[in-house]
Structure formats: structure tokens, C-alpha cells
């Protein structure tokens, strides 16, 4: 019994400690995140941390937020999608900074996750042009495949586009890989 209990306390605080990075995530993404826990389970423990004060639950767009007046982030919620098809290999992850909506890293390579929204490619062609080759590899999530070929900025090591279910598709600037 003991033992369930710090089980599930490590859990509410697992998802405290995420929601305080990343603002709002979907229930869906907790569920990849916790595979151990029933969709009933991760819900009650959702719920327990809403009573308290910790979190707000959205049912209506199945979101999770760190706090009633956080404003759930579409940059944010692509680019995590992208870091949990990395899951397995990742040794860190973190939030950053405008232009890049996440980091993380692996045993053998840094990445930044960058969300270019449609019709911003020369902004973000403009805002990224500076990069040093040494720095973090960009995994580029695009709205859609079209925006690949406005795209041309150092250090893309992939693109990708984001279903509304999670599944990313990546892409190179000659077509699909399996990267």
C-alpha cells in the first residue's frame, strides 16, 4: 500500500513538474507520457491535483493546464508531440524561448523542436539564419508540407508536420524519411 501511494505521488508530481515547463498538454500526451496508468487513473490523479488548487482541467479540447489563466501554447503542444516520438533516447528536455519551442536532448545529440506557423517562413528564415553549426540540430514542424521548400535556415537535421492525433510525419526537402 505504501509503496502505491509514493507510486502515485511520484506521478502527481511528475505531472506538476511538467505542466510548470510546458503551460498546457493534452490528456492524450500525459497518456504516451504514463503508459503504466489507465486513462481512468491518470484522470483521477488529474482531477485530485485540479481540487487542490495545482492544475485546471479543459474536457471540452481535453487539455491540461499548469494554472486556470495559462493559454495553451499550438507551438508547444506540436513540439511535444515530436519529442515523445524521441522518448526512449532522451536524456533532458526543457521549454525555450522564441523560436524554439523546445530542447532536448539525447546520449548523442542535442535538438531544438521549432513550430513555423504557415506564412511566417521568411521571419523564421530571417530570425534563425545566425545559427552556428555546432549548436543543438532543429527538427522544424511545419503546418504543412508545402512550407518545406520556403524553408532554408542552418542546422535542419529534419521537417515534420503533426496530425491532430499526435502522429508526426518527417520529411527531408527531397521528400519522406524515416529519421
Known amino acids: ?3 502505491k501511494n509514493q507510486q502515485q505521488e511520484s506521478h ?5 513538474r511538467l505542466l510548470s515547463m510546458y503551460h498546457a498538454l493534452s490528456l492524450q500526451q500525459l497518456e504516451v507520457l504514463f503508459p503504466e496508468l489507465a486513462k481512468q487513473k491518470l484522470l483521477f490523479l488529474i482531477r485530485k491535483l485540479e481540487k487542490t488548487g495545482r492544475l485546471a482541467l479543459m474536457p471540452e479540447r481535453e487539455l491540461v493546464l499548469y494554472a486556470k489563466d495559462c493559454v495553451p501554447e499550438p507551438s508547444i503542444l506540436s513540439a511535444f508531440w515530436v519529442l515523445l516520438d524521441f522518448r526512449e533516447d532522451i536524456t533532458y528536455h526543457t521549454a525555450s524561448d522564441f523560436p524554439v519551442a523546445l530542447t532536448f536532448y539525447t546520449q548523442s545529440d542535442a535538438y531544438d523542436v521549432i513550430h513555423i506557423p504557415e506564412e511566417k517562413e521568411m521571419l523564421m528564415n530571417h530570425a534563425l539564419s545566425a545559427y552556428k ?3 543543438p ?10 512550407q518545406i521548400p520556403l524553408l532554408n535556415f542552418p542546422g ?3 521537417f515534420c508536420t503533426v ?5 508526426v510525419q518527417y520529411y527531408r526537402k ?3 524519411t524515416d529519421t
Open 1 to 3: 500500500m505504501q509503496q
Open 12 to 16: 502527481l508530481q511528475e505531472i506538476i
Open 133 to 135: 553549426e555546432d549548436a
Open 137 to 146: 540540430r532543429r527538427i522544424a514542424v511545419v503546418d504543412h508540407a508545402g
Open 156 to 158: 535542419i537535421a529534419a
Open 163 to 167: 496530425a491532430p492525433d499526435g502522429t
Open 174 to 176: 527531397q521528400g519522406v
